[in-house]
């Protein structure tokens, strides 16, 4: 069974020992996904595992993939139009060199499907609450994974609240 990646159907590798970040890098020549640390500290590699799950595609097998979808920054864009939240980190200069820049709009994804699920964070304060809000705290840490070695926080983090805390607190 093939692997969906951007709503394409791919071969999984031959070799079952590829992680998923060489499946796209290196065989399928999607690159928005980065090889930073290649150990899951950095976040540059994150993607999403059926539009909502965010995963450290360094630290995965393609295999364990198998018959699921995976979602890179390549597949957040529709029909030529960027994700908002693509637009917001352009908007707020949420990035300087861009390298983690697209694991971090990745992760953002991920972590607003996390709120809308009621996933608690390590700084959520009652974790009976059937809603989350995206608190300037509740933000930091979830997306504490994902590191930024130009220190552009402050534009990625008003990029990701713009764009996510009116719909945490409905």
Do not use: W
């Not at 159907?9 to 399928?28: F, G, K, M």
Request: charged share 20%; aromatic share 4%.
């Amino acid at each position: 069974m093939p692997i969906t990646i951007n709503g394409a159907e791919a071969p999984l590798p031959a070799d079952p020992r590829v992680s998923l970040l060489d499946l796209l890098r290196e065989h399928l020549h999607l690159s928005g996904a980065k090889k930073g640390c290649n150990q899951g500290a950095c976040g540059a590699c994150t993607v999403l595992v059926d539009g909502h799950e965010r995963i450290l595609s360094c630290l995965a097998l393609a295999v364990q993939y198998e018959g699921r979808s995976i979602t890179s920054i390549e597949g957040l864009a529709s029909d030529g139009t960027l994700h908002p939240l693509q637009q917001k980190f352009i908007d707020h200069d949420g990035f300087q060199c861009g390298y983690c820049t697209p694991g971090q709009i990745c992760s953002a994804v991920g972590m607003a499907a996390e709120l809308k699920r009621g996933v608690p964070s390590n700084v959520t304060a009652d974790l009976a609450a059937e809603s989350i809000g995206l608190t300037h705290d509740e933000l930091r840490e979830r997306m504490s994974g994902n590191l930024c070695r130009c220190g552009a926080y402050n534009g990625i983090v008003a990029a990701i609240g713009e764009e996510y805390a009116a719909e945490a607190a409905s």
